[in-house]
């Protein structure tokens, strides 16, 4: 199989943008991958999106963004998996150019919370966990992430302010990057007076909803002119797996296995170990899911994942960076785009554009990209292409 | 690239399933499925789906089903195109075995429209247009359809019976699928004196929305043992195509162009021009979808396609026998799930298991899975694999 590449990257500002619309939100962010690309001309569009079908009534978001970008009659679809949407279409675009159907495709992350003319928020996030046996019963999204966190807390004895560590680095990575919602950093002091938003998850320790496009050009090396005009990135892995939605079926609701398997085989399909990961974009919808994430992955053993936040580890000068760009917790988590975000933030520190931020030796990047409590996890290694 | 064959199909009757869940029934349709192929293990599902979301209040199907199934780990996605879902999702399926990186895949469609947690359902459908521009107006699907039958018969100078034939076909051939929503043939009188829905559509112009799933098992002929149980279908092409969403914005509101262009890649791509399809599963959600569709794909020019109805060449002993086992119409249109029980029915006839409604010499048929009027348009050319 030859080499895929991710040869353009775009992306809007994430925040409430209550005067653009989820159409143009996209085709901004899928104009500007093109460009960065040198103009390459799509045949297929891949559509990272959750909600747009509840919060904004709009479904069929494949092909109507595709007609506003200028591409009517292009192969387009909306992959949907809650949260983890962004990796997943991620996946179908990577599996479509693998096939060699596909000379070149976008895919796109775009979702829209401002839009009020469905359900309220809560109700829309929590369809990606059970409805029958969860949601019904008015368990959302952040009181099933909290209880998740109590449990883990008390499993292993993890202090008040033990998760601190996470939304600190994430807010101090978040002032260096201009697209993110936040860009200031917090101080400790800052995160132990935070009201709680669900016992025990305070307010820094879960990632703001937001409006956000980010976009992706996918293709084949050998068919870019030599003089391409920057680095590429090559797409070393890419493997999505599932779990239960409804966590008392789980046989332990602390292990994220979904993530666990995805980087596995994403691992052993690139013929890597742990070791070749420079850095880590993770999942960080709440503080709780990055301790799991960092465990799922095998940067710590079970219930180790928060001390790589208390300790260090996972600042930009730390042994597994994280969050590089600010994370979900401070660039924002715009739902289905969040996966496309974290794919150009690491194309950015691969290609060494990351400004303020950049690692010095960013060399190969694990992304982590998760539906509910890691019901869905896509798992892709990143590479900078050499040559 | 190998043959790409389905080795499993199964299917659930379509109707009003008040006592059966979403899940429950996708969970039904895959073990037909996987029973039929001889017990093959999947690596991937692929869910086609439209209104989950907003009418269960159940995003995330992929993984939900994956689960129930008992397929937990699997890589699970839901592909959304409004109502070209189900081929739009085979197609994904397609990519991912002709990529190679998944040997074996499940397809489901599945759509439940008796769930009432959300929105009405006539709301729900109406995402599938342009939401800003069409469905905030007040218009309906089928009011979409009645304007362009309208425009239609006006510019082609089609009688008040123009479309009669259409659901008369249908019916008559549901009278031979147990799975069938409607197996009664009705009669010429019983269309005239049909009440008007929205004219100058009358109620047998519509199909009824249904729950259903229908499922099948993707592989490569090379991963089966040779004493296999049944014949193979090959799938000989497999395209997507968009257009605008927005009827106005169209340059020519009569012509289904995404249908054209999808038909017109998959010859090409099938190596075979239209004298090769034996028979044709049109998406008629409405009869003058159907009209429009055989234009589209060439089986008549441009305002003609109505009388391939009216002369008796859809029917069984006709030129391009459609709708074999009942269509949309008389089978019942279950949304996403509509596409996967054209492929299973398509199966069905090629493998010399369509019973009563069985066709002679069925070797080649061409598939045709709309969304909204023809925005997204999925073909598939499937032959009987001889050997």
Same mark, same amino acid.
């Given at each position: 199989m030859s080499d895929i590449v991710i040869a353009g990257i775009g992306q809007t500002e994430v925040g409430e943008h209550w005067e653009i619309s989820l159409r143009e939100l996209g085709v901004d962010a899928l104009h500007a991958a093109v460009k960065d690309s040198g103009g390459l001309r799509p045949q297929a569009l891949f559509v990272g999106n959750m909600l747009a079908p509840s919060?904004?009534?709009? =479904?069929?978001v494949g092909a109507l963004i595709a007609d506003y970008a200028g591409y009517v009659g292009i192969e387009a679809v909306t992959v949907e998996a809650a949260g983890a949407s962004g990796g997943a279409a991620l996946h179908q675009a990577y599996l479509a150019i693998a096939s060699g159907l596909v000379d070149v495709a976008l895919v796109l992350g775009v979702e829209k919370f $401002? !839009?009020?003319?469905? &359900? #309220?928020v809560d109700e829309a996030l929590a369809s990606a966990s059970d409805s029958d046996y969860e949601a019904m019963q008015g368990l959302t999204t952040t009181a099933q992430a909290a209880l998740i966190m109590r449990r883990y807390m008390h499993e292993f004895d993890v202090p008040a302010d033990g998760f601190a560590g996470f939304p600190l680095v994430a807010h101090a990575n978040g *002032?260096? @990057? &201009?697209? =993110?919602m936040f860009q200031k950093a917090i101080k400790p002091e800052t995160y132990a007076k935070a009201e709680f938003v669900s016992e025990p998850l305070n307010m820094f320790d879960v990632a703001p909803n937001a409006d956000g496009a980010a976009a992706l050009l996918l293709t084949r090396p050998? +068919? +870019?002119?030599? #003089? %391409?005009g920057h680095p590429l990135v090559r797409i070393a892995a890419s493997t999505v797996s599932s779990d239960t939605l409804a966590l008392h079926d789980r046989p332990d609701p602390l292990a994220f296995s979904a993530a666990h398997i995805s980087v596995e085989r994403a691992l052993q399909k690139a013929g890597l $170990? +742990? !070791? *070749?990961?420079? %850095?880590f974009e993770y999942h960080d919808a709440f503080s709780i899911y990055s301790a799991l994430s960092l465990e799922a992955a095998g940067f710590a053993p079970r219930g180790a994942g928060w001390k790589l936040a208390a300790d260090g580890s996972i600042g930009l000068q730390g042994r597994i960076p994280a969050a590089t760009l600010g994370g979900l917790k401070a660039r924002g988590n715009p739902g289905g785009a969040s996966g496309i975000y974290q794919a150009v933030e690491a194309a950015l520190q691969l290609r060494g554009e990351?400004?303020? @931020?950049? +690692?010095? *030796?960013?060399r190969t990047a694990l992304i982590q990209s998760l539906g509910g409590p890691a019901s869905t996890a896509a798992a892709h290694i990143l590479s900078r292409l050499e040559g």
């Amino acid at each position: 199989m030859s080499d895929i590449v991710i040869a353009g990257i775009g992306q809007t500002e994430v925040g409430e943008h209550w005067e653009i619309s989820l159409r143009e939100l996209g085709v901004d962010a899928l104009h500007a991958a093109v460009k960065d690309s040198g103009g390459l001309r799509p045949q297929a569009l891949f559509v990272g999106n959750m909600l747009a079908p509840s919060l904004s009534r709009q =479904a069929h978001v494949g092909a109507l963004i595709a007609d506003y970008a200028g591409y009517v009659g292009i192969e387009a679809v909306t992959v949907e998996a809650a949260g983890a949407s962004g990796g997943a279409a991620l996946h179908q675009a990577y599996l479509a150019i693998a096939s060699g159907l596909v000379d070149v495709a976008l895919v796109l992350g775009v979702e829209k919370f $401002t !839009d009020k003319i469905g &359900p #309220d928020v809560d109700e829309a996030l929590a369809s990606a966990s059970d409805s029958d046996y969860e949601a019904m019963q008015g368990l959302t999204t952040t009181a099933q992430a909290a209880l998740i966190m109590r449990r883990y807390m008390h499993e292993f004895d993890v202090p008040a302010d033990g998760f601190a560590g996470f939304p600190l680095v994430a807010h101090a990575n978040g *002032a260096g @990057n &201009p697209y =993110a919602m936040f860009q200031k950093a917090i101080k400790p002091e800052t995160y132990a007076k935070a009201e709680f938003v669900s016992e025990p998850l305070n307010m820094f320790d879960v990632a703001p909803n937001a409006d956000g496009a980010a976009a992706l050009l996918l293709t084949r090396p050998d +068919l +870019l002119p030599k #003089d %391409f005009g920057h680095p590429l990135v090559r797409i070393a892995a890419s493997t999505v797996s599932s779990d239960t939605l409804a966590l008392h079926d789980r046989p332990d609701p602390l292990a994220f296995s979904a993530a666990h398997i995805s980087v596995e085989r994403a691992l052993q399909k690139a013929g890597l $170990t +742990l !070791d *070749a990961i420079d %850095f880590f974009e993770y999942h960080d919808a709440f503080s709780i899911y990055s301790a799991l994430s960092l465990e799922a992955a095998g940067f710590a053993p079970r219930g180790a994942g928060w001390k790589l936040a208390a300790d260090g580890s996972i600042g930009l000068q730390g042994r597994i960076p994280a969050a590089t760009l600010g994370g979900l917790k401070a660039r924002g988590n715009p739902g289905g785009a969040s996966g496309i975000y974290q794919a150009v933030e690491a194309a950015l520190q691969l290609r060494g554009e990351a400004g303020k @931020n950049q +690692l010095p *030796a960013a060399r190969t990047a694990l992304i982590q990209s998760l539906g509910g409590p890691a019901s869905t996890a896509a798992a892709h290694i990143l590479s900078r292409l050499e040559g």
